[in-house]
Nanobody, 117 residues
Framework: QVQLVESGGGLVQPGGSLRLSCATSRNIFSQYTMGWYRQAPGKQRELVAAFVGGGGTNYADSVKGRFAISRDNAKITLYLQMNSMKPEDTAIYYC???????????WGQGTQVTVSS
């Protein structure tokens, strides 16, 4: 059973920072493209940041310059560093793993992030 286990969500004040983590298996980490999505109340799930082919990264325009996706291959963990956070960043954040060849996709259970004073 594939597991993507997120952690690190919580309540933060505007302008603050949080770091999300997503732990998974070595097989998933090495063979799937990893990324972060979010879903705010009443809105569709949207891409936040993801690794793309060739080792590049892709970010939503709304988070460019504020968020950074990274990975630790030794710890088999994906990260999302979120800085200068805004109330509109409030959402449930999901870790995503997608196989580019088979298009098989897995999701984590989600972690709540709330930006509020």
């Amino acid at each position: 059973q594939v597991q993507l286990v997120e952690s690190g969500g919580g309540l933060v004040q505007p302008g603050g920072s949080l770091r999300l983590s997503c732990a998974t298996s070595r097989n998933i980490f090495s063979q799937y493209t990893m990324g972060w999505y979010r879903q705010a109340p009443g809105k569709q799930r949207e891409l936040v940041a993801a690794f793309v082919g060739g080792g590049g990264t892709n970010y939503a325009d709304s988070v460019k310059g504020r968020f950074a996706i990274s990975r630790d291959n030794a710890k088999i963990t994906l990260y999302l560093q979120m800085n200068s956070m805004k109330p509109e960043d409030t959402a449930i954040y999901y870790c995503n793993a997608r196989n580019a060849r088979t298009m098989v996709t897995y999701w984590g259970q989600g972690t709540q992030v709330t930006v509020s004073s």
